[in-house]
């Protein structure tokens, strides 16, 4: 499946390419949103203990957009994993305390809880392996 030889593009580096592209899309998405539905992200941000919520909405929607196009750009694709990884491994238990929600939000926080965990594996092995060549971090090999 993949193609080992130096410069050569391996059928793996688009399914890398589709990869990068799938995990950037719900930050940029989320990015976006958070623009549009600015009060109510810094609402829902204070609501979770998130400190200083209004000062740090402007960092957080620039982290989620910048890093969404390092990602699908493939530029420095390995930090922005890292720092999506760290993203998602803190907001997860941080928002979604499963083990303390309500019966009729139960399902709902678990969801929350897990999807934010898997996101950060995937975030994990893409740190771990990198972008493939078709990334402007593996330009240089072609």
Not at 18 to 47: C, N, P, Q, W
Not at 58 to 85: D, H, K, Q, T, Y
Request: hydrophobic fraction near 55%; charge should be neutral; aromatic fraction near 18%.
């Amino acid at each position: 499946m993949n193609d080992n030889r130096q410069g050569t593009v391996a059928y793996g580096d688009y399914w890398l390419l589709l990869a990068r592209i799938g995990m950037a899309s719900l930050f940029l998405f989320s990015g976006f949103e958070k623009i549009v539905r600015y009060h109510d992200f810094v609402g829902f941000a204070t609501s979770g203990g998130l400190p200083f919520a209004a000062t740090v909405a402007p960092f957080v929607i620039f982290a989620e957009i910048a890093g969404s196009f390092m990602l699908i750009l493939g530029w420095n694709a390995r930090v922005a994993a890292i720092f999506f990884a760290g993203f998602c491994a803190i907001l997860g238990p941080w928002f979604h305390q499963f083990w303390n929600a309500s019966p009729e939000r139960w399902q709902e926080s678990v969801d929350g809880f897990f999807h934010h965990f898997v996101m950060a594996s995937g975030f994990v092995l893409l740190a771990i392996h990198g972008p493939g060549r078709l990334s402007l971090d593996g330009r240089h090999l072609s």
